[in-house]
């Protein structure tokens, strides 16, 4: 089976077409823990499929490693952007992209004939706490008390289609991600567990991020964990309503529209290497 190995600041993601893959949907969570692990497999944060759509241009599904379906991915929907424009899937630059926390409309940025960039409307922010979803009161999430086993944690909870907790620290050097990650991440509170943000904030209109991802653990990026991140630093006050969100594996600019109330992300896609896997000996 053909699939292509692409990232997004270095999130990265095993990218298979659905009409080409002898894949059935079935077989797509199991298929992502083999073909994820980097070891015995591929190698990826994900594993994406791509495919024609009735009503919009394409659908995208995508896979944790741990065979887990997320409703949305930001840095994925700019390499499936990528893919299908390069690909001559779509021959438009503004796509129409079916998920399942539904329809999103990214739009190439050529420079040269190449793509440059992408700039996705990740639709509104989800912040009513029973629809991120938390458990607790109705309302929202913005700089509440969290008691955890390894500590009390001040979050701000937001959902990008899928959710998110966005930690302020100071510094990172006393942050371990991988010890608060996991605890935050399946804390009972979180019902389909959750995405953990560790931000600080650099400026008004600059934010550094680590993120612990659901069912993925700490990657060097996360697109719906950057807009959730400038979402929650407007919320507490600490930026404005656009910035820089630094990562381990680059940057984004993240735009929240007070007009339409949608969140803008923009930054870079790039396509590795193709390849022949063959299942049977996985
Ligand atoms: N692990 C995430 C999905 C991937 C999100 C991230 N890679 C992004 O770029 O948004 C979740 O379970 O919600």
Redesign the pocket.
Known sequence: MRFTKMH?LG?DFIVIEAEKSELSPEDYSRTAIKLCDRHFGIGG??LVIVGKDRELDVFMR?F?PDG?E???????IRCVSKFVWERGLVSTTRISVNTLAGPRYPEVILKNGEVEKVRVDMGEPILERSLIPMLGSPGKVVGEELDTTAGRFRITAVSMG??HCVVFVDEFSSVPVSEWGPVLENHPVFPSRT?VEFAKIEDENTVSMRVW????GE?L?????ACATLVASYLNDLTGRRATVRLKGGELIIEWDPDNNHVYMTGEAKEVFTGEVDLRKL
């Open positions: 997004g999130n944060d994900g995508i944790n887990s997320p409703e949305m991915c930001g840095n994925a899928n959710p995405n991802e659901r069912g993925a990657t990026a996360c697109g719906t964990g």
